[in-house]
């Protein structure tokens, strides 16, 4: 018996041994430490515009390059000063002072600290006067450090020194034009006198309104929602003329399920004040639901996204097992099958939601997913909240579907905002499958970082636009070995796994552009020397006789060549290309209509992707599809990823500076936000005319607007520079003779370059009997001066417009730069 008990003994020691062993052994191999994201802890920093709230500021932790800080507007009181409140949250402020800037942030002008602050309700005031000497009708920068506990925090806002800008009367206009809609009452007519309902409006659907819907729509239909966080306008721009604000809020509201369901709402005004009254020029509004799975989201068919005014994104595993979608912030995966539902990250705090929660200049980009549910992706520009709280960059994340949990891999750090970051992170953003490299493209250049020890190389840089273009889905870049967007013969192809470079070429009188990829094949154009027009800077045309999508192997999948007509453009939206096609006339190329190609790997079955619904209270909404029949009622398992941090291993983090820009583009702001950029004046403001928005230089210089042109405007001749007076449109003697920056406008038309007219500067235009002057103009003619005559004289607007487009439409004028 004591021969049994010591045995006992024995293997229970022995047991107890190799339990302690082996978790010491696991311990090592597996300890990963749970990290939860803190809460936002930025204060929020409003302008006080007599009594109103304006212009909510959300903080940075580090100084950012200025260039890109375009957001808001404030216009300076008559004593030059700005009323500021700051919303502290649980931090203890300390100091504030303030910083006066050149538009390109080259020039300081002003450097303060400020001596008292005050205490207002939960707010820290403070009041930020400029007392330097600064012009009248000049943009400039004004940066706010907030110092909240031993933090410095930057804040961003333009300013601008003008009379006659009519601020209250918008801001009244806007807000009351918003409180009728949302409490479903126009009794005083505000709403039906200001839009312009007609029978093209899509009064089918909440996600987006816009002043031509009706004014039932306009009231949120049969949805009588509740304001959950009200609106705090934002000027965005601002003139004698015009004025153009957006407003953020959220509502609530019960849907047909009976759920009490939460929205993001964006609008947008455009206004003019004339004769004593606003006039309401152009308006939208978006609408986006937050995604709660704890409501009734599973239909028979897939999942219920709700009212979505985005072009939503999903990516699927090549099983169709796995279906991952971002919305409002969050990143999703849903499991068919198991019926899991796990929120795999997310910017939305926990508990009540303030403004910091619905800042949207952040996006959440899936790169890949594979059979087992892994998934990885990236969040790029602002971050809202967590260890890299008031930063822009882009963090790379892997999710692992096995432990539900996200690791941060890399950070790159960036002094460019989110407007500029984004567009650049579209075009490449890719991590390599054995997560030792991300390749990114910013600001014309291709970098390589390797994380595992932190070094960054810059493969190339200065590249031109439109001579490259990236798949960060497929893992492939592609760029003009001669990089000119024109003349270029040899288009290589980097396969970002293997590093291997393909190149193709064409014919010696043949030239080729890049057009996009369909996830890892390349699509590109070939054109014939001989057709290419770039007579005219800025309406340049590349007439591709053939398109050809080929891999990275180098060989051609498909080739496209259209009969009668021309490629000059197209683009790609998951797996359909669309082409922009011309025909070629005796007065030149005019267009014609569009093609498209699917690839032969797109997803045809109508099982998959995104459709639509429709309801009683919410009209349409989302759904995406996820190809299996799902029982009615049917309720997800709900999980929530954590965060974790391998032991011993530290995330990658690098930072870029900000790159001077060599090249000149010009930049395009409608509807409140950067629309687009070009590489010639007269491409941004045909674009800008376009979308009522202004265009501005690399410096930030405001080079054209919508709408802000006097009545009527003559010049003195008298004034005028020699060389403008002979008529002579060569841009290289213009430009030496006259010392200034000279603009092509080809391409535009009349009532557009009458702007610059209207500031002061006359404009050169082609006729079919020569050169004319434009000197002037009012509202029906236009004045005219002929080169060596003294006399000016009048012209109808209408012929003028009829003869200067029979010639073309090209103007030339010119504008001061700021200097360097």
């Known amino acids: 018996m004591k021969k049994i008990l010591i045995r006992i003994v024995v293997l229970v020691l022995v047991f107890a041994a190799a339990v302690f062993g082996t978790s010491k052994i696991l311990g090592k ?9 803190a809460q936002a802890t930025f204060p929020l920093v409003y302008v006080d515009l007599n009594g109103k709230q304006i212009n909510c500021m959300h903080g940075y932790a580090q100084e950012m390059d200025v260039i890109a800080m375009r957001d808001t507007l404030t216009p300076l009181s008559n004593d030059k000063t700005v009323n500021i409140q700051i919303q502290p949250f649980e931090n203890q402020i300390s100091s504030v002072s303030y910083e006066v800037l050149s538009a390109d942030g080259s020039k300081s002008l002003e450097n303060t600290l400020v001596t008292t602050l005050g205490n207002q309700d939960d707010y820290v005031t403070a009041e930020l006067k400029v007392n330097n000497k600064i012009l009248i009708n000049t943009e400039y920068i004004m940066k706010i450090k907030v110092t909240a506990g031993v933090r410095d925090i930057y804040y961003y806002t333009r300013i601008i020194n003008q009379a006659n800008l009519n601020t209250e009367n918008y801001l009244n206009f806007a807000t009351g034009f918003y409180e009728r809609c949302l409490n479903g009452n126009d009794e005083d007519g505000m709403i039906s006198q200001t839009i312009e309902p007609n029978e093209d409006a899509d009064n089918t659907t909440l996600a987006h309104m816009d002043i031509h819907s009706s004014g039932a729509q306009l009231m949120w239909g049969k949805l009588t ?9 934002s000027i965005k721009e601002l003139n004698e003329n015009t004025a153009t604000l957006e407003m953020d809020y959220v509502i609530t509201a019960t849907g047909d399920t009976e759920d009490m369901e939460m ?3 964006t609008e947008y005004y455009r206004m003019r004040y004339a004769e004593s009254q606003v006039m309401l020029l152009d308006f939208e509004r978006d609408t986006n639901e937050i995604f709660d799975p704890e409501n009734s989201i599973l239909v028979t068919n897939g999942i219920r996204l709700g009212i979505n005014s985005r072009d939503l994104t999903y990516k699927s595993d090549t099983d169709k097992k796995y279906f991952a979608f971002a919305q409002q912030g969050s990143l999703w995966l849903y499991e068919t099958g198991t019926k899991k539902l796990t929120q795999v990250f997310s910017f939305l705090q926990n508990g009540k939601l303030d403004a910091r929660d619905i800042y949207d200049e952040n996006n959440i980009r899936i790169i890949n997913i594979d059979s087992s ?27 692992d579907a096995a432990t539900t949990s996200i690791t941060e891999r890399l950070y790159v750090e960036t002094q460019e905002a989110f407007s500029l970051l984004d567009k650049d992170v579209e075009n490449l953003g890719y991590m390599s499958a054995d997560r030792t490299h991300f390749y990114l493209t910013l600001e014309g250049s291709f970098y390589d970082i390797n994380i595992t020890d932190n070094s960054v190389t810059e493969q190339f840089s200065n590249l031109s636009s439109g001579c490259y273009v990236g798949s960060s889905t ?48 390349l699509v590109y154009g070939v054109a014939k020397g001989s057709d290419i027009d770039t007579e005219d800077k800025g309406s340049e045309v590349f007439p591709m006789y053939k398109v050809l999508i080929v891999n990275s192997a180098g060989e051609t999948l498909k080739t496209y060549e259209p009969d009668g007509c021309y490629v000059i453009g197209g683009s790609v939206n998951d797996k359909l290309l669309t082409l922009d096609r ?14 498209h190609i699917v690839n032969s790997s797109a997803d045809d079955e109508a099982a998959y992707g995104f459709a639509y619904a429709e309801s009683d209270k919410k009209q349409t909404e989302t759904i995406l599809k996820t190809g299996e029949t799902i029982e009615e009622g049917t309720t997800p398992q709900i999980l929530y990823a954590k965060q974790v941090k391998a032991e011993g291993e530290e995330v990658a983090e690098v930072s870029i500076p900000a790159q001077k820009q060599t090249e ?8 409140g936000h950067l629309d687009s950029m070009y590489t010639t004046i007269s491409e941004a403001v045909q674009r800008a005319d376009d979308q009522l928005g202004v265009v501005v230089n690399n410096k930030q210089q405001l080079i054209w607007e919508r709408g802000n042109k006097q009545t009527t405007c003559k010049l003195d001749i008298s004034t005028f520079p020699d060389v403008i007076l002979s008529g002579k449109m060569n841009i290289k003697k213009l430009s030496k003779n006259l010392g200034k920056q000279v603009l092509d406008l080809t391409g535009c038309t009349l009532d557009s370059v009458l702007y610059y007219v209207s500031e002061g500067t006359p404009v050169l235009a082609k006729t079919a009997d020569g050169v004319v002057i434009i000197a002037g103009y009012d509202q029906y003619n236009t004045i005219l001066l002929k080169p060596g005559e003294a006399e000016t004289y009048y012209y109808g607007l209408e012929e003028s417009a009829d003869m200067f487009e029979a010639a073309g439409n090209q103007f030339i004028t010119y504008f001061d730069p700021l200097e360097e």
Not at 29 to 37: W, Y
Not at 225 to 233: F, G, T
Not at 476 to 494: C, G, V
Not at 582 to 595: L, P
């Open 29 to 37: 191999k597996m300890a990963d430490t749970s990290e939860v994201m």
């Open 225 to 233: 929602p509740q304001a959950y966080l009200k609106p705090i306008p």
């Open 263 to 265: 929205y993001h709402v």
């Open 373 to 399: 549910g892994n998934m990885t992706f990236l969040l790029c520009g602002y971050m809202n909240r967590g260890k890299h709280e008031g930063e822009c960059g882009v963090a790379v994340y892997t999710y």
């Open 474 to 521: 497929g893992g492939k870049f592609a760029w003009l070995q001669e990089n000119e967007k024109y003349d270029s013969s040899t288009l290589n192809l980097r396969d970002l796994e293997t590093g291997n470079d393909t190149a193709f070429t064409c014919d010696s009188d043949e030239r080729l552009q890049p057009i996009g990829f369909i996830d890892s094949d």
């Open 582 to 595: 011309v025909k070629k006339t005796k007065r030149g190329y005019t267009e014609t209509s569009q093609d």
């Open 664 to 671: 000149e583009l010009y930049y395009v702001y409608a509807k």
